[in-house]
């Protein structure tokens, strides 16, 4: 027990998050992607749900999962990022937010502080909360980024670039290539689930109280802090 506290105090766990990994008989170029975008999004395992599959228990479904269960590519395997070095200053934040059905056409922005109050302030909102900041980098060298913790997909952008999609805390990112001497933009793209705006839709329908709806209390957008270091 004591060496298990110790790995989950340096952050070294063993996979929690385990996706639903859909078979419907694809072939063998479109598994490997899937499986590639199932590593690079930080997923140590999947679940396969093979029913679907049109040879379920057949000869074309053990060559599906003899795909499944090869050696990763070693070119999609990731070092975790070790985030150390001079914290930078991040100027002040500012959220705007659109649904789903909108995106990427966000609102108006509106300056927030960090963690985000989101849930508090609209209770029954659903769809993406995208952060904006800048910071200012005096030099070359490695950059690093943060988040403790949002609800729930990320996506972070650098000077308009894309560093990546990931699904889990800690959100850990390399900016590295994407960063440059003087000042950079920050943006934190955030989609939340449903379930806020489904329980404000159904909370009066008594078939959906018995079959237990209940009010969500998870936080809504960054409900942790951002830190970019530079080392």
């Not at 053990?62 to 990022?81: C, G, N, R, S, Y």
């Not at 952060?131 to 490695?142: H, I, K, N, Q, V």
């Amino acid at each position: 027990m004591k060496e298990i506290i110790k790995t989950l105090l340096r952050g070294e766990s063993e996979n929690h998050l385990m996706p639903f990994f859909w078979q419907r008989g694809e072939d063998e170029a479109t598994l490997r992607e899937y499986m590639k975008a199932i590593c690079e999004a930080n997923c140590g395992a999947v679940c396969v749900e093979s029913r679907p599959h049109p040879d379920f228990c057949g000869e074309k479904w053990w060559q599906d999962m003899d795909v499944i269960l090869d050696e990763p590519d070693t070119e999609a395997l990731k070092e975790p990022v070790r985030c150390a070095g001079e914290t930078l200053e991040l100027k002040p934040w500012t959220r705007r937010l659109c649904t789903g059905i909108d995106y990427p056409a966000f609102g108006e922005g509106q300056a927030v502080t960090l963690p985000d109050p989101l849930a508090e302030e609209k209770p029954a909102f659903s769809g993406y909360a995208r952060y904006e900041s800048a910071f200012t980098l005096d030099g070359p060298g490695t950059v690093t980024l943060e988040l403790t913790d949002a609800y729930e997909g990320v996506e972070i952008f650098v000077n308009g670039e894309s560093a990546g999609i990931q699904i889990a805390p800690p959100f850990r990112y390399d900016l590295t290539a994407l960063v440059k001497t003087g000042e950079n933009s920050l943006a934190i793209e955030v989609a939340t689930t449903l379930d806020r705006q489904c329980y404000e839709r159904n909370k009066d329908d008594v078939h959906f109280v018995m079959r237990g709806l209940v009010q969500p209390s998870d936080p809504t957008g960054i409900s942790g802090t951002v830190t970019v270091y530079a080392k």
